[in-house]
């Protein structure tokens, strides 16, 4: 059991520019979550999968966001023309049906 | 909607101090309770959790007690050491809006423990 990983680590862009990251959940967790944290906040609710579909988006998901994970598998995160208020870490996290969560190491996003 | 409110930090303790940190929740169902931990640098830990009340969670020395009539989960460690250094999450999932079990997390609170 290698656990989630995510990909990148760290992002640097520019504003306006476009940004993708991936997650790599623990092998058979049909649910993936997609969250956000800000500096001395915790870790927001993105968006929700179960297997392949896309089950629930927070509002926090503006319509420059957009998640897929296709064949129930690896899941990724796509935010298009970024802002500054994009910075964050984006954190993934899978689990078995309604068990407990399990969290990547995230991806750290600066936009300058 | 649902929400956790956590003690506001830091936290400064000399080893071997007795800790606790507050959480209440408020939620419209029957949530799970979860504590979090995040070591400088890395990703977020599942410290322990409980499902229904009166329920104790407890891992590495760590305690919480789910009370549903005082809304409360609140974390305990008779001794801390050094490594226990890091920011803690409260957080639940309240399965009664949904079938997602997204949580919900308090802002942290950042734990340093001093030699």
């Known amino acids: 059991d290698t656990g989630v990983s995510q990909n990148p680590r760290h992002k640097i862009t520019k504003r306006g520019q476009n940004v993708t990251f991936r997650c790599d959940p623990i092998?058979?967790?049909?649910?993936l979550y997609w969250y956000r944290q800000t500096l001395g906040q915790g870790p927001e609710f993105l968006t929700y999968f179960q297997n392949e579909a896309q089950l629930e988006k927070s509002r926090l998901l503006s319509d420059r966001f957009s998640a897929e994970r296709p064949k129930g598998s690896f899941s990724t995160l796509e935010i298009q023309r970024t802002e500054q208020g994009d910075s964050a870490m984006y954190l993934c996290a899978s689990s078995p049906p309604m068990e407990t969560q399990y969290f990547g190491p995230g991806t750290r996003l600066l936009v300058l | 909607g649902d929400s956790v409110t956590q003690m506001e930090g830091p936290v400064t303790l000399s080893e071997e101090a007795f800790l606790t940190i507050n959480c209440t929740y408020t939620?419209?169902?029957?949530?799970?309770l979860f504590w979090y931990v995040q070591y400088p640098g890395e990703g977020l830990q599942l410290l322990l959790k409980a499902t229904k009340a009166d329920d104790k969670g407890s891992n590495k020395g760590f305690e919480a007690t789910y009370r549903k009539e005082t809304t409360s989960f609140h974390l305990e460690k008779g001794s801390v050491q050094v490594s226990d250094s890091a920011v803690y999450f409260c957080a639940l999932s309240d399965p009664s809006g949904g079938s997602n079990y997204k949580l919900t997390f308090g802002k942290g609170t950042l734990l340093t423990v001093n030699p």
């Open positions: 092998s058979e967790h049909n649910r």
């Open positions: 939620a419209t169902g029957y949530p799970s």
